[in-house]
Nanobody, 124 residues
Protein backbone atom coordinates (compact mmCIF):
# COMPACT_ATOMS: atom_id res chain seq x y z
CA UNK A 1 0.00 0.00 0.00
CA UNK A 2 1.22 3.51 -0.76
CA UNK A 3 -0.33 6.87 -0.08
CA UNK A 4 0.19 9.75 -2.48
CA UNK A 5 -0.12 13.45 -1.73
CA UNK A 6 0.20 16.07 -4.44
CA UNK A 7 1.23 19.66 -3.86
CA UNK A 8 2.40 22.68 -5.80
CA UNK A 9 -0.73 23.56 -7.70
CA UNK A 10 -2.13 27.05 -7.89
CA UNK A 11 -3.02 29.98 -10.10
CA UNK A 12 -0.48 31.13 -12.68
CA UNK A 13 -0.56 33.36 -15.72
CA UNK A 14 -0.13 31.94 -19.18
CA UNK A 15 3.53 31.46 -19.97
CA UNK A 16 4.38 30.84 -16.34
CA UNK A 17 5.73 27.76 -14.60
CA UNK A 18 4.78 25.48 -11.76
CA UNK A 19 6.37 22.41 -10.25
CA UNK A 20 4.07 19.79 -8.84
CA UNK A 21 5.29 17.33 -6.24
CA UNK A 22 3.91 13.94 -5.31
CA UNK A 23 5.06 12.61 -1.97
CA UNK A 24 4.66 8.89 -1.39
CA UNK A 25 4.37 7.25 1.99
CA UNK A 26 3.94 3.66 3.02
CA UNK A 27 5.85 1.33 0.73
CA UNK A 28 9.03 2.73 -0.80
CA UNK A 29 8.12 4.69 -3.90
CA UNK A 30 11.00 3.18 -5.86
CA UNK A 31 8.92 0.00 -6.03
CA UNK A 32 6.40 1.77 -8.24
CA UNK A 33 6.21 3.25 -11.67
CA UNK A 34 4.68 6.70 -11.36
CA UNK A 35 2.49 8.84 -13.52
CA UNK A 36 0.74 12.18 -13.72
CA UNK A 37 -2.74 12.56 -15.13
CA UNK A 38 -5.09 15.50 -15.35
CA UNK A 39 -8.79 16.12 -15.63
CA UNK A 40 -10.37 19.35 -16.77
CA UNK A 41 -14.01 20.21 -16.02
CA UNK A 42 -16.33 18.29 -18.31
CA UNK A 43 -13.50 16.27 -19.82
CA UNK A 44 -12.14 12.80 -19.31
CA UNK A 45 -8.97 12.17 -17.39
CA UNK A 46 -5.93 12.25 -19.62
CA UNK A 47 -2.35 11.07 -19.38
CA UNK A 48 0.33 13.70 -18.85
CA UNK A 49 3.61 11.97 -18.03
CA UNK A 50 5.06 8.76 -16.62
CA UNK A 51 8.37 7.63 -15.20
CA UNK A 52 9.83 4.20 -14.47
CA UNK A 53 10.85 2.95 -11.05
CA UNK A 54 14.47 3.95 -11.51
CA UNK A 55 13.71 7.13 -13.41
CA UNK A 56 15.57 5.81 -16.42
CA UNK A 57 12.53 5.87 -18.68
CA UNK A 58 10.05 8.69 -19.10
CA UNK A 59 7.17 9.46 -21.40
CA UNK A 60 5.12 12.60 -21.83
CA UNK A 61 1.93 13.30 -23.71
CA UNK A 62 2.25 14.99 -27.08
CA UNK A 63 0.14 17.89 -25.82
CA UNK A 64 2.77 18.84 -23.24
CA UNK A 65 5.95 17.61 -24.90
CA UNK A 66 8.68 20.21 -24.78
CA UNK A 67 6.92 22.07 -21.96
CA UNK A 68 6.48 19.51 -19.17
CA UNK A 69 8.97 17.08 -17.71
CA UNK A 70 8.74 14.37 -15.08
CA UNK A 71 11.43 13.36 -12.63
CA UNK A 72 11.76 11.53 -9.34
CA UNK A 73 13.93 11.48 -6.26
CA UNK A 74 13.63 8.02 -4.76
CA UNK A 75 15.63 9.05 -1.70
CA UNK A 76 12.84 11.51 -0.94
CA UNK A 77 10.01 9.27 -2.18
CA UNK A 78 8.89 12.13 -4.37
CA UNK A 79 7.95 12.54 -8.01
CA UNK A 80 7.89 15.91 -9.73
CA UNK A 81 6.13 17.41 -12.71
CA UNK A 82 7.85 20.53 -13.99
CA UNK A 83 5.45 22.56 -16.07
CA UNK A 84 6.75 25.44 -18.18
CA UNK A 85 5.12 27.71 -20.74
CA UNK A 86 1.74 26.99 -19.25
CA UNK A 87 -1.36 27.57 -21.33
CA UNK A 88 -4.99 28.12 -20.28
CA UNK A 89 -5.80 24.68 -21.70
CA UNK A 90 -3.49 23.15 -19.08
CA UNK A 91 -6.04 24.12 -16.44
CA UNK A 92 -7.12 20.95 -14.66
CA UNK A 93 -6.86 18.92 -11.51
CA UNK A 94 -3.57 17.04 -11.67
CA UNK A 95 -3.34 13.59 -10.14
CA UNK A 96 -0.34 11.52 -9.20
CA UNK A 97 -0.60 7.74 -9.57
CA UNK A 98 1.52 4.69 -8.76
CA UNK A 99 1.62 1.28 -10.40
CA UNK A 100 3.12 -1.93 -9.09
CA UNK A 101 3.93 -3.44 -12.46
CA UNK A 102 7.30 -2.49 -13.88
CA UNK A 103 7.61 -0.15 -16.83
CA UNK A 104 5.72 2.97 -17.78
CA UNK A 105 2.18 3.32 -19.00
CA UNK A 106 -0.13 5.95 -20.41
CA UNK A 107 -3.20 4.00 -19.32
CA UNK A 108 -4.84 5.08 -16.11
CA UNK A 109 -6.31 1.64 -15.48
CA UNK A 110 -2.77 0.28 -15.10
CA UNK A 111 -2.23 2.36 -11.96
CA UNK A 112 -3.07 0.99 -8.56
CA UNK A 113 -2.95 4.03 -6.31
CA UNK A 114 -4.03 7.62 -6.79
CA UNK A 115 -3.62 10.87 -4.93
CA UNK A 116 -6.39 13.36 -4.23
CA UNK A 117 -5.23 15.80 -6.87
CA UNK A 118 -4.04 19.38 -6.95
CA UNK A 119 -5.70 22.19 -8.90
CA UNK A 120 -3.75 24.04 -11.56
CA UNK A 121 -5.37 27.11 -13.04
CA UNK A 122 -3.74 29.04 -15.87
CA UNK A 123 -5.16 32.47 -16.62
CA UNK A 124 -4.93 34.10 -20.03
Amino acid sequence: QVQLVESGGGLVQAGGSLRLSCAASGRTSSNYGMGWFRQAPGKEREFVAAISRSGGMTNVADSVKGRFSISRDNAKNTVYLQMNSLKPEDTAVYYCAAKRIAGISRVGAMYDYWGQGTQVTVSS
